[in-house]
């Protein structure tokens, strides 16, 4: 994979997207390397970490099995906080906590 790419800022980033260069934090660690398909635990623990930009693979067209992963691990994921929180009665506070994570891990905010 080359070191080609759009550099983009990582608001514009997205689930799915392809990094094209490895991505290194102030003291030069790698954070992630390149190749890395973005997801949404990644680009959240970016923004904590104040990550401003970065190289994408510069895709006209969406790459339909990056997408279809990162569906399929939404969905993994939404089927372990339900087996988690099975238990949960509908009016405790852990059916709020079980609402929000649901609404993080499809990816409509915290």
Known sequence: MSESG?????????EGMVLAQ???DAS?????????TLTAANLTALRRRNVERCHIVADDEPD??????AEQERARRLERLAVLFRATPPD?????????LRRYRQGSGA
């Open 6 to 14: 759009r550099e983009i800022s990582i608001e514009q980033a997205e």
């Open 92 to 100: 405790a506070a852990g059916a709020e906590l079980l609402a929000l």
């Open 22 to 24: 490895a991505l290194s």
């Open 64 to 69: 339909p099995a990056a997408q279809a992963h």
């Open 28 to 36: 030069g660690a790698v954070l992630l390397a390149q190749g890395a």
